[in-house]
T-cell receptor, first 121, second 111 residues
Framework: GAVVSQHPSWVICKSGTSVKIECRSL??????MFWYRQFPKQSLMLMAT?????????EQGVEKDKFLINHASLTLSTLTVTSAHPEDSSFYIC?????????????????FGPGTRLTVT | SQQGEEDPQALSIQEGENATMNCSYK?????LQWYRQNSGRGLVHLIL?????KEKHSGRLRVTLDTSKKSSSLLITASRAADTASYFC???????????FGKGITLSVRP
């Protein structure tokens, strides 16, 4: 159980175009999803917290107009990289936090997707 | 900003040996978690330890937490080549809080 998927797993796009990445919780509902980016051989840096039905909360230094986040349902959050540039090339990982304490999972635990490799040429 | 700091940054051991990785953090926490990441893949949750716990076991994994020293250790016993991966500690400051990840440790287990 507790599977999170991401689509696509990798994408190559041209500079100036926009790319949408989907994050889905497959067998549980997630009121909160998180978006991270990871550069090679580095740690995960939290970009934003996505809450179902409300605006995302962005970390300091992350441009909300460039990284659009939509959490339209309890199982889906999307990250759109607008007007992508080569410096946006990175590994983007989402995670989802299970809803409440009524499930058999640790309340605090985040379940991570497999990541999306974005390359902007 | 990153809170967790793991050490060593890289560790190479022989299969069958034990691997010990340490994590230190700066602020008060509610819980600390360890994750594994294989190259180019997502993160796999290994174990969570709450701030009121001192030790936790899961299979070949043993995690300790010393809140007075703001440090945690992850011990992998009888390591296998398949344990080769990057390991991250992450701290949470509340039940609903986001996680802050350390820089990670690269573990190589030689067959």
């Amino acid at each position: 159980g507790a599977v999170v998927s991401q689509h696509p797993s990798w994408v190559i796009c041209k500079s100036g175009t926009s790319v949408k990445i989907e994050c889905r919780s497959l067998d549980f509902q997630a009121t909160t999803m998180f978006w991270y980016r990871q550069f090679p051989k580095q740690s995960l840096m939290l970009m934003a917290t996505s809450n179902e039905g409300s605006k995302a909360t962005y970390e300091q230094g992350v441009e909300k107009d460039k990284f659009l986040i939509n959490h339209a349902s309890l199982t889906l959050s999307t990250l759109t990289v607008t007007s992508a540039h080569p410096e946006d090339s990175s590994f983007y990982i989402c995670s989802a936090r299970a809803l409440g304490t009524g499930v058999r999972r640790e309340y605090y635990e985040q379940y991570f997707g497999p990541g999306t490799r974005l390359t902007v040429t | 900003s990153q809170q967790g700091e793991e050490d060593p940054q890289a560790l190479s051991i022989q299969e069958g040996e034990n691997a010990t990785m340490n994590c230190s953090y700066k602020t008060s926490i509610n819980n600390l978690q360890w994750y594994r990441q294989n190259s180019g893949r997502g993160l796999v949750h290994l174990i969570l330890i709450r701030s009121n716990e001192k030790e936790k076991h899961s299979g070949r994994l043993r995690v300790t937490l010393d809140t007075s020293k703001k440090s945690s250790s992850l011990l992998i016993t009888a390591s296998r080549a398949a344990d080769t991966a990057s390991y991250f500690c992450a701290t949470g400051t509340g039940a609903n809080s986001k996680l802050t990840f350390g820089k990670g440790i690269t573990l190589s287990v030689r067959p």
